[in-house]
């Protein structure tokens, strides 16, 4: 079955360490997204991107980064520069060519909690 | 800019009864319109989506939408709640004419809760 996949779906972290989600999708989809969520503040986009070897920063960029080396894959590293990194975490993909009304596909999500 | 507003933070609604849960948006343009679910602990699930045409839309799990353009609304309904219609429910809105892969604006999210 096609999806989105996130691993792990919980993480602990000890301050001052960084680590790194994982995001597959076998959608055939162009653009994947991260997202952020507190309870209260719905999702807040971290990064995007559109293309392979392409990605733009989000609202809250901020001690996170991401790769794009594979249309599959769009991993984010939480880093220690990241300052209340406690979180739940969405990977979303979308399809970006052809009929593309701007309908996002989820994973399960990613749970991190920092110790 | 693009903003989306959901003016209530919980809903609590009795089994069999209908339910409402609202939203309202801020476009410069034409809007496109979702409604997302989220179970605890899991990612969001697509319901339903307005993009043209006629004003109200059906989706899954027999929720709808009526979008209204003079109010500038997209409230979420059905018309009999189940106890497992409980879970927190996201409007988001994007415009037609952007061309940025930023896409989907979310609102807070409503907690729907419907007692047995």
């Known amino acids: 079955d096609g999806g989105i996949t996130q691993s792990p779906k919980y993480l602990f972290r000890k301050e001052g360490q960084n680590v790194t989600l994982s995001c597959e999708q076998n959608?055939?989809?162009?653009?994947m997204y991260w997202y952020r969520q507190d309870p209260g503040q719905g999702l807040r986009l971290i990064y995007y991107?559109?293309?392979?070897?392409?990605?733009q920063k989000g609202d809250i960029a901020e001690g996170y980064s991401v790769s794009r080396e594979k249309k599959e894959s769009f991993p984010l590293t939480v880093t220690s520069a990241q300052k209340n990194p406690t979180a739940f975490y969405l990977c979303?993909?979308?399809?970006?060519?052809?009929?593309?009304?701007?309908?996002?596909?989820f994973g399960e999500g990613s749970r991190l909690t920092v110790l | 800019a693009q903003s989306v507003a959901q003016p209530e933070d919980q809903v609590n609604v009795a089994e069999g009864n209908p339910l409402t849960v609202k939203c309202t948006y801020s476009?410069?343009?034409?809007?496109?319109l979702f409604w997302y679910v989220q179970y605890p602990n899991r990612g969001l699930q697509f319901l339903l989506k307005?993009?043209?045409?006629?004003?109200l839309v059906k989706g899954s799990y027999g929720f709808e939408a009526e979008f209204n353009k003079s109010q500038t609304s997209f409230h979420l309904k059905k018309p009999s709640a189940l106890v497992s219609d409980s879970a927190l429910y996201f409007c988001?809105?994007?415009?037609?004419?952007?061309?940025?892969?930023?896409?989907?604006?979310f609102g807070s999210g409503t907690q729907l809760t419907v007692l047995p």
């Open positions: 979303a993909s979308r399809r970006a060519s052809g009929v593309n009304t701007g309908e996002l596909f």
């Open positions: 959608l055939n989809h162009d653009a």
């Open positions: 991107s559109q293309i392979v070897n392409d990605f």
């Open positions: 476009v410069s343009g034409n809007p496109y």
């Open positions: 307005y993009i043209t045409g006629d004003n």
């Open positions: 988001a809105v994007r415009i037609i004419t952007s061309g940025s892969a930023r896409q989907l604006t």
